[in-house]
Structure formats: structure tokens, C-alpha cells
């Protein structure tokens, strides 16, 4: 069965589900980025995991995010690295086959 590490965060009175993401992630369309992040937001449900999914990469050594707006100041003040560490959970889902689809990415 396919699964994504993720960290599970409860920060500023917010559950947190972030999720490293590759390049890929940050050079798909926005309509992209939105479904990934809609389809990481059921599974995560669906695995028992609460909170907001957050995506992040690396971009040039530095950490970047696709966040809500209120995140900003607590993703700013973190790194990639400190995210690595936090890794505490999975999203797992069974994987369909056929077609040309990373089994170990959900888009």
C-alpha cells in the first residue's frame, strides 16, 4: 500500500498535516496544486488524521509552502529540516493500478 510521511502539528491553536512535496509539486499548475491538495486533505481524513494539510518543498535550499495565510509567520520561523524531524505519521491508500501514475505520489 502506498504512503506519504507527513507531520502532524498543533501549532497556534491549529492542527497542522504537512506534507513534503518534490519539484514536481512546485512547478504543477495552480488547478494542480489544488487537487493534490484536496485529494492529500481526504486521505488524510480518511487515515484518521486531523488538521489542514500544509505543502512544502525545497526550493533552492530554502523551504517553501503552499499554506494558509495565517501559517506564514510559523512556516517562516521553521525549515525543512525541522519538518524532516517532526515526521510522526503517514497517508496510506490503496493504489489502483494502470496508467502511468507514480504509485507512490496519490496524483
Excluded: C
Excluded at 42 to 52: M, S, V
Excluded at 90 to 100: C, D, F, L, P, T
Aim: net charge positive; aromatic share 8%; glycine share 8%.
Amino acid at each position: 500500500m502506498p504512503s506519504i510521511p507527513v507531520a502532524t502539528l498543533h501549532e497556534q491553536g491549529q492542527d497542522m498535516v504537512i506534507v513534503i512535496m518534490d519539484q514536481g509539486f512546485a512547478r504543477a499548475a495552480p488547478k494542480q496544486q489544488e487537487a493534490a491538495i484536496s485529494q492529500l486533505q481526504a486521505l488524510a481524513k480518511l487515515n484518521g488524521l486531523k488538521g489542514t494539510v500544509a505543502m512544502v518543498w525545497d526550493e533552492g535550499g530554502k523551504m517553501n509552502y503552499l499554506i494558509p495565510q495565517p501559517w506564514h509567520e510559523f512556516f517562516q520561523s521553521i525549515t525543512l529540516e525541522d519538518v524532516r524531524s517532526r515526521i510522526n505519521a503517514e497517508i496510506k491508500w490503496r493504489w489502483a493500478g494502470g496508467g502511468r501514475r507514480n504509485p507512490n505520489r496519490p496524483l
